[in-house]
């Protein structure tokens, strides 16, 4: 029986990083104490939690893997806020080193808040480059959301740190881009790149609506981000838009 106190042992597990967890097993699991014994079995579950989402992202990274052989720079591309009546369409380009292994990166609408602002951080801190691509709503009413979207996009590929090789992109083609696609049906819950790429785009432009909140706080933007609920809307019907509305997504509400 180890001679540490029980509340000590809870105290270096709650500590612990993840890595440390098999030899924190290992060592007390012998103990014998009920006390113990239930510290130990939290762990393991903890444990088989990590081995199942390190499946996950093992199988995140297969179209990662099938290129990184060949490729350095691998480009994921993705875009939030083409549905919203107010504010930009906001996509990225991120680049991840070979070999990445940043747990929990899943499609940003699938994540908390708080997950995705903790992602945000890792991402930017490992990723080889981040760049940003923001196309406004008066551009978007002038030249629609599909190519005001491809336009972001090519804004975030030129913004890169280094050039990408190859480009995996969620569902769509980027027109004049001369450097390989690969479009990935629903990408940014298949792909590693295209992933962290959503995360980036969404706490971005959602921490932009948040900022619009200050300025116009009768439409809530904090809370809908500028998509059409019944706050936003009847906001809408009553103060009428304010200059970050997309006037021809407007035409049905005022």
Not at 8 to 28: C, N, R, S, T, V
Not at 153 to 182: C, G, Y
Not at 220 to 238: D, R, T, V
């Given at each position: 029986?180890?001679?540490?106190?029980?509340?000590?042992?809870?105290?270096?597990?709650?500590?612990?990083?993840?890595?440390?967890?098999?030899?924190?097993?290992?060592?007390?699991?012998?103990?014998?104490?009920?006390?113990?014994?239930?510290?130990?079995?939290?762990?393991?579950?903890?444990?088989?939690k990590?081995?199942?989402?390190?499946?996950?992202?093992?199988?995140?990274?297969?179209?990662?893997?099938?290129?990184?052989?060949?490729y350095?720079?691998?480009g994921?591309?993705?875009?939030?806020?083409?549905?919203?009546?107010?504010g930009?369409?906001?996509?990225?380009?991120?680049?991840?080193?070979?070999?990445?292994?940043?747990?929990?990166?899943?499609?940003?609408?699938?994540?908390?808040?708080s997950?995705r602002?903790?992602?945000?951080?890792?991402?930017?801190?490992?990723a080889?480059?981040?760049?940003?691509?923001?196309?406004?709503?008066?551009?978007i009413?002038?030249?629609?959301?599909?190519?005001?979207?491809?336009?972001?996009?090519?804004?975030?590929?030129?913004?890169?740190?280094?050039?990408?090789?190859?480009?995996?992109?969620?569902?769509?083609?980027?027109?004049?881009?001369?450097?390989?696609?690969?479009?990935?049906?629903?990408?940014?819950?298949?792909?590693?790149?295209?992933?962290?790429?959503?995360?980036?785009?969404?706490?971005?432009?959602?921490?932009?609506?948040?900022?619009?909140?200050?300025?116009?706080?009768?439409?809530?933007?904090?809370?809908?981000?500028?998509?059409?609920?019944?706050?936003?809307?009847?906001?809408?019907?009553?103060?009428?838009?304010?200059?970050?509305?997309?006037?021809?997504?407007?035409?049905?509400?005022?």
């Open positions: 029986m180890s001679e540490k106190k029980i509340s000590e042992i809870q105290k270096e597990y709650k500590e612990m990083g993840l890595a440390d967890l098999p030899d924190f097993i290992e060592e007390y699991i012998n103990d014998g104490r009920p006390g113990v014994s239930k510290i130990i079995n939290v762990a393991q579950k903890r444990m088989e990590l081995r199942i989402e390190q499946e996950r992202i093992n199988k995140l990274k297969e179209f990662e893997n099938k290129y990184w052989d060949t350095d720079y691998i994921g591309i993705d875009e939030v806020g083409r549905g919203p009546l107010a930009p369409v906001v996509t990225a380009c991120v680049i991840l080193p070979k070999g990445c292994n940043i747990l929990y990166i899943n499609d940003s609408k699938k994540l908390s808040a997950k602002e903790e992602l945000y951080d890792i991402i930017m801190d490992q080889i480059s981040v760049s940003i691509g923001v196309v406004s709503e008066e551009r009413d002038e030249i629609n959301i599909l190519q005001a979207t491809y336009e972001a996009m090519r804004q975030a590929i030129s913004e890169a740190k280094v050039e990408p090789q190859i480009l995996l992109n969620d569902a769509v083609s980027i027109p004049q881009v001369n450097i390989k696609q690969v479009p990935i049906i629903k990408g940014d819950a298949k792909s590693i790149t295209i992933g962290a790429a959503s995360i980036i785009a969404k706490v971005t432009r959602d921490r932009m609506m948040v900022e619009y909140d200050s300025i116009y706080p009768e439409y809530h933007f904090a809370s809908n981000k500028g998509y059409g609920s019944a706050e936003h809307i009847a906001a809408l019907k009553e103060f009428g838009p304010c200059p970050i509305h997309r006037k021809s997504f407007i035409g049905n509400f005022v």
